[in-house]
Structures are given as structure tokens and as C-alpha cells.
């Protein structure tokens, strides 16, 4: 699988199978993508490769002591969102789908952070989970 960001500079290809393909409802994912929900693709680290510069935003979430838990990698040119790795979980990339060159092949098989759904949003039946993307 090929991917990039809108302007070309920051490219990328993954290798192997996929972890999972989980669609992200939750508040961040929504503010990154400026959209309803991430459809993220959780891939090991070592199938993961990537050319160009991003920048990063070091993501705390909700923790009020600002430790970051999710670096969120993006194109520092166009704004495109690349990648997010959990500071806890380094084995594992998630990689935001909409990037991908062919998103023919995506399918999602979980849903995450169903709490902050917003209440328009009617997806396939799929499983849930309390796991965090
Ligand atoms: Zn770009
Ligand atoms: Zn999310």
C-alpha cells in the first residue's frame, strides 16, 4: 500500500498486513481531520516506511499534566495529517487512511471512541471497542 499527503511531498508505503483498520471517533481525530471521524490503519512499525519531512504535534490528550501520549505526524506543507504513534504503544503506526493512494482496499473492522459519535454518523455494523486510537 502507497500513500501521500496533498502536496506530494511527504510519501509513504506500507508493507505486510494490516493490524486492524479502525474508524476513530474521538474529539481529536475530529479536530485533526476536521471531519466526523479518522478511519485510522494500525500497521507494525517495521512495515512502515516514509519519505519526506513531517512535522509533529505532541498530543496529550486529556491529561492535565501535558505528558504527551500521541505524536501526531503531519505535512508541515500542506496540513495533511500522515501518521499518529502512541508514546505507550511505539510497535504499532497508525496511519490515516484518507492518505492512502488506492482507498478501494479499505475496509474498517472496529469502531473506537463511540462516545463521541457524532449523532448523524450511521456506520456498518462492526465491532466496538474501548481500545484508544
Ligand atoms: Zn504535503
Ligand atoms: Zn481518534
Same mark, same amino acid.
Given at each position: 500500500?502507497?500513500?501521500?499527503?496533498?502536496?506530494?511531498?511527504?510519501?509513504?508505503?506500507?508493507?505486510? +498486513?494490516? $493490524?486492524?483498520?479502525?474508524? @476513530? =471517533? @474521538?474529539? =481529536? @481525530?475530529?479536530?485533526?481531520?476536521?471531519? !466526523?471521524?479518522?478511519? /485510522?490503519?494500525?500497521? !507494525? !512499525?517495521?512495515?512502515? !516506511?516514509? %519519505?519526506?519531512?513531517?512535522?509533529?504535534?505532541? +498530543?496529550?490528550? /486529556?491529561?492535565?499534566?501535558?505528558?504527551?501520549?500521541?505524536?501526531?505526524?503531519? @505535512?508541515?506543507?500542506?496540513?495533511?495529517?500522515?501518521?499518529?504513534?502512541?508514546?505507550? *504503544? *511505539? #510497535?504499532? &503506526?497508525? &496511519?490515516?487512511?484518507?492518505?492512502? /493512494?488506492?482507498?478501494?482496499? $479499505?475496509?474498517? +473492522?472496529? #469502531?473506537?471512541?463511540? %462516545?463521541?459519535?457524532?449523532?448523524?454518523? $450511521?456506520?456498518?455494523?462492526?465491532?466496538?471497542?474501548? #481500545?484508544?486510537?
Amino acid at each position: 500500500m502507497t500513500g501521500q499527503c496533498l502536496c506530494g511531498q511527504v510519501t509513504y508505503t506500507i508493507s505486510g +498486513d494490516l $493490524i486492524r483498520t479502525a474508524v @476513530c =471517533h @474521538c474529539d =481529536h @481525530c475530529q479536530r485533526q481531520s476536521g471531519g !466526523a471521524f479518522s478511519v /485510522n490503519l494500525v500497521t !507494525a !512499525a517495521e512495515n512502515f !516506511a516514509v %519519505e519526506g519531512t513531517m512535522k509533529m504535534y505532541g +498530543d496529550p490528550g /486529556n491529561d492535565p499534566s501535558g505528558t504527551v501520549h500521541v505524536e501526531r505526524h503531519f @505535512c508541515g506543507d500542506c496540513g495533511s495529517p500522515i501518521i499518529s504513534i502512541a508514546t505507550g *504503544r *511505539r #510497535e504499532v &503506526v497508525i &496511519v490515516k487512511s484518507g492518505t492512502l /493512494n488506492d482507498k478501494s482496499i $479499505i475496509s474498517p +473492522d472496529v #469502531e473506537v471512541w463511540c %462516545e463521541k459519535k457524532q449523532p448523524w454518523v $450511521i456506520m456498518p455494523e462492526m465491532a466496538v471497542s474501548k #481500545e484508544r486510537e
